[in-house]
């Protein structure tokens, strides 16, 4: 019933590169599916949404080459994320860094046999005293930031994401992220590369020997051992090992706290940083330091952050670029949390948690698939969807609590032109009317 408009349509042909014909008419079909579904999104809902017609339970469903797309095709994870990135660098962030942020999410999931399932760390549920576990897959994401031109804000649009196995023995998120990022080092070779990751991906197995073109900043742990990065000189004749770093520095808490206490000796210094959108004032304290177990013998560059906003606890950051501007790196962290809303909306918007399935297949492709999805629909909007008369007029209709930006907003007004686009207004006979209304009626009847 629905046929692609022909805007979205020039980037699926761009990301039809990682399927073969037959599977590139399938990806096509359960995107389009995807987004024109008004129910609740299970695979056979969407499938059901694809031809916009009620399917009979009672007899066995035409949807076998839909399921296979996910659990039988030859089609990769990293093939198709490359294609989406590639799309996405191209037209987007053609020139300069590209910075790219790192975290985890848990995707709520239940049943005997569902394939990678366990009990993860639940962020959304826990508090600090009480931390929470779910039974779900746990995901390691990759996702690119891009700021909206003439805007503050920043997109999140993911480009990357690996299964976590439960139990011990298995390869940690930090292991995960870092052959996720081998390959975004692969695909764009000219390019440097900003990581931000939080304090979970504070790990050796992901920071040491990073390539020379990579510069992370992350986040610190209070109780960090820090050493001082000049090492002291041996005394002639001493016997013993030499030196291999300084003295143990004050953990970051302790030395927060000490230069509280010595203000007057203006151990602080303000700043004024744009961060979510506005500007904020903190007290930053930086200086170099070496943090054995994560870096070995490479030194970092330390920032203590206090902001003066009440309510707010201090942060303790870093970043392995030792030249870098405090506010430069306190800016740059807090657009870490573009990826968390990135992960609200494929939870609330397009409905990651609702497909049920179990084999090993459909589990590590389906829920990739639905995040490279949600960044090709923001690039759609981004480079031409915007631009279009049911985009102009979907803006007039937004609430003051609403954003042109959000991936309700993009879905809605994607659904429109799709629709608008089925109709043919100038259809030459009545038939053509006539069955037009009938699937219509059959599309919102997949509604109740």
């Not at 990682?18 to 056979?44: D, K, N, Y």
């Not at 940690?172 to 990751?197: H, N, Q, T, Y």
């Not at 490279?372 to 759609?380: A, E, G």
Request: aromatic content about 10%; charged content about 20%.
């Amino acid at each position: 019933m629905w046929s692609v408009i022909p805007s979205f349509e020039l980037l699926m042909q761009c990301v039809s590169v990682a399927f073969t014909h037959p599977s590139a008419i399938t990806f096509q079909q359960v995107v389009l599916g995807w987004i024109m579904c008004l129910g609740r999104r299970t695979e056979f809902r969407v499938f059901e949404g694809i031809g916009g017609k009620r399917a009979c339970r009672r007899q066995r469903h035409p949807f076998d080459r839909f399921y296979n797309f996910f659990s039988r095709s030859a089609w990769t994870v990293r093939e198709l994320a490359q294609q989406v990135a590639v799309n996405i660098v191209v037209r987007l962030n053609p020139s300069g860094e590209l910075h790219v942020i790192v975290d985890s999410t848990l995707l709520h999931k239940s049943g005997k046999h569902v394939f990678g399932i366990g009990w993860f760390h639940d962020p959304v549920a826990s508090t600090k005293k009480r931390v929470a576990t779910a039974l779900g897959n746990q995901w390691t994401v990759l996702g690119l930031a891009i700021r909206i031109p003439g805007t503050q804000r920043i997109f999140c649009l993911p480009i990357h994401a690996t299964l976590q196995q439960p139990g011990k023995n298995q390869p940690s998120p930090a292991d995960s992220a870092r052959k996720m990022l081998a390959d975004v080092l692969e695909w764009f070779p000219d390019r440097k590369i900003v990581l931000l990751g939080d304090g979970g991906f504070s790990a050796k197995t992901l920071l040491r020997d990073l390539p020379a073109r990579v510069t992370y900043v992350g986040l610190m742990r209070g109780d960090a051992a820090l050493h001082d990065p000049r090492v002291p000189q041996s005394k002639k004749g001493k016997r013993g090992r030499k030196a291999q770093r300084g003295p143990r520095l004050p953990a970051p808490r302790t030395m927060a706290r000490a230069a509280r206490s010595q203000r007057g000796k203006r151990l602080w210094k303000t700043i004024r940083v744009l961060v979510y959108g506005r500007w904020q004032k903190f007290d930053v304290r930086s200086f170099q330091a070496v943090w054995p177990k994560v870096f070995g013998s490479r030194p970092i560059l330390v920032v203590l952050c206090r902001p003066r906003q009440p309510g707010q606890r201090e942060v303790y950051l870093y970043t392995t670029n030792l030249d870098a501007d405090p506010a430069w790196v306190i800016a740059t962290y807090c657009s870490r949390s573009s990826i968390e809303a990135a992960f609200k909306d494929s939870k609330q918007v397009m409905e990651i948690q609702k497909p049920q399935h179990w084999c090993r297949q459909s589990i590590e492709k389906l829920a990739p698939f639905v995040w490279l999805m949600q960044s090709t629909l923001q690039l759609w909007y981004l480079s031409a969807g915007h631009k279009l008369p049911e985009a102009r007029a979907a803006r007039k209709q937004l609430g003051a609590w609403e954003s042109e930006w959000s991936l309700r907003h993009i879905v809605r007004v994607l659904r429109r032109v799709s629709l608008r686009a089925a109709i043919k207004i100038t259809s030459p006979t009545k038939h053509d009317l006539h069955q037009i209304i009938e699937q219509l009626e059959n599309y919102l009847a997949l509604a109740a």
